[in-house]
């Protein structure tokens, strides 16, 4: 009661502002970050005066003894924001594999130092075990504040039930709950307000010999590097951070706040998981932009569980990435001086291009490994996927499925064709979306069922006019041709007056 008075009146305690990765629009923010899902070169950092206080969890002002919208949703407001993100990315989460940290003893000491075993495992793949996509979308809906009262409540409600996401309750639920204090509170102020100098250190600490800052304003400070220019082991637990905890939409860079973090991954500092992936959820709902990235499935997932959020059959799966292998590690991760590439786009370029390559080098193929020299400058090229463009394909593709719809009872394509076997293919790729993803609440399900139904009568009523026209039309040919053939059978059976079909006497035709 005495923390809603506090709010009321407008003395309580002074907001958090450490989360990063959200810019500042207003002047009680001493800094800027990067939009939560977005590239993380928007990022800009200013240095902020003192260290952030421990977050504080507060009452959400709507009233919980309230019933819940649509047995879902807290308010309208909720119901309308999960209407905005529900058809938005989810960032897929990535591990470390278990033949990876057998064989870098320095990453699984330190998960095993920082407690960090469970949430790592969290992280990968797990047939049995998946992430819940729809929960994902409910939790960050409700976590909203439709007040944006700046204050982070760490709570939300899926499927009716409260789900807490305090850093003390993420902590409990991945075993790494410390009373060691987070050197990357203090070492993110200290390098948001450090000057060149100081970046420049940390620069020569993550990167190999050549690497540097990626292109930046001439009165600015540089903020940016590209992951690619990382020391192999720095690279590992920066891509892990970017994918697991501070998500964002391009992990290709990374900006100076999460380099210090890399930094003290490696280096053994201590950094309060619970903390930063609190604050990386209560950012995510709070996002005031258009369109960004969902992340954290898994993690929801778990705790949405161990809340007691029961699972519908109409949830949708939601796996992370393959982990981070031994032989990726070791065969793509380059070693010794950055060689210059040419280009701002260079980053992205080189992500994108490894990302593709990942998925082989899983599977036992290796392009750059010795046993086939004649090929490995010139290797072979993978023949195209289909003979026909694309757009011819989704154009054949497009028709029938308006023919269908529309209920038309030809198809006039020849389904022996190699363009007819090519569209169902391509076809493939685009797999038909469930009903419990495009209408998860009764009342759109509700408004669907309307539209098809007025849709199908009215096809309907075209079909029966058209139906009733055609057996008129039928009919009176029908009808026509009847009279027809009475009047000729006329001609025939009275010719000149003579009816033949009378029965005469021979001999009455002589009188």
Known sequence: MSSMLTRLTGK?????????????????????????????????????????????????????SLPLIDNRFISDAHQKRYGKIRTFNINQEKGFGDDLLNGVPELKASLRTRKWTKFNRLMIKDEDNPGNAMWVREFIANAYDPTMSGVPTFSTVVRGKKVNFHPDAINALLGCTSKEPCQFIVQRNRVNKGALAHREELRNIVCRPGGEWLPYAA??????????????????????????????????????????????????????????????????????????????????????????????????DYHPVRPL????????????????????????????????E???????????????????????????????????????LHNM????????????????????????????????????????????????????????????????????????EIARRRRVEEKEEAAMQREMMDEDGLNLNLHYNYTDFFT
């Open 401 to 472: 499925e308006i023919s269908h719809y529309s209920g038309l009872p030809n198809m006039y394509y020849d389904t022996s064709s190699m363009a007819y076997s090519e569209a169902m293919t391509y076809r493939a790729t685009f797999p038909p979306p469930t009903f419990g993803t495009l209408y998860p609440i009764d009342a759109e399900w509700e408004a669907h069922q309307a539209r098809e139904m007025t849709t199908f009568q009215n096809r309907q009523s075209y079909n029966s006019s058209l139906r009733y026209s055609e057996l008129e």
């Open 325 to 356: 292998s031994l032989s990726y590690f070791s065969n793509k991760y380059e070693r010794g001086p950055v060689m210059p590439r040419g280009g701002g786009g260079g980053a992205r370029d080189d992500a994108e291009r490894e990302e593709e």
């Open 12 to 64: 309580g305690k002074k907001k958090d502002t450490t989360p990063p990765q959200e810019p500042a629009k207003k002047k009680r923010f001493s800094r800027s970050t990067s939009k939560k899902g977005q590239s993380s070169s928007a990022q800009q950092q200013v240095p902020r005066e003192e260290s952030p206080p421990p977050p504080v969890a507060v009452l959400r002002p709507t009233d919980p």
């Open 358 to 396: 990942i998925n082989r080098f899983e599977d036992g193929v290796h392009p750059d490994q010795q046993g086939n020299p004649e090929n490995q400058e010139n290797p072979a090229q993978p023949p195209p996927l289909y003979t026909h463009d694309v757009n011819f394909l989704a154009g054949m």
């Open 219 to 316: 009165n600015s400070v540089p903020t940016r590097l590209s992951l690619t220019s990382f020391k192999p082991l720095h690279r590992a637990w920066g891509e892990f951070w970017l994918k697991n905890v501070r998500v964002v939409g391009n992990s290709s860079e990374i900006q100076i706040d999460n380099i210090a973090a890399v930094d003290l991954l490696v280096s053994g500092g201590h950094i309060d998981l619970g903390y930063w992936l609190a604050i990386d959820l209560n950012e995510m709902a709070q996002n005031k932009y258009t369109t960004f990235t969902l992340g954290h499935c898994n993690l929801i997932t778990a705790l949405c569980k161990a809340s007691g959020v029961a699972a519908g059959t109409t949830d949708a």
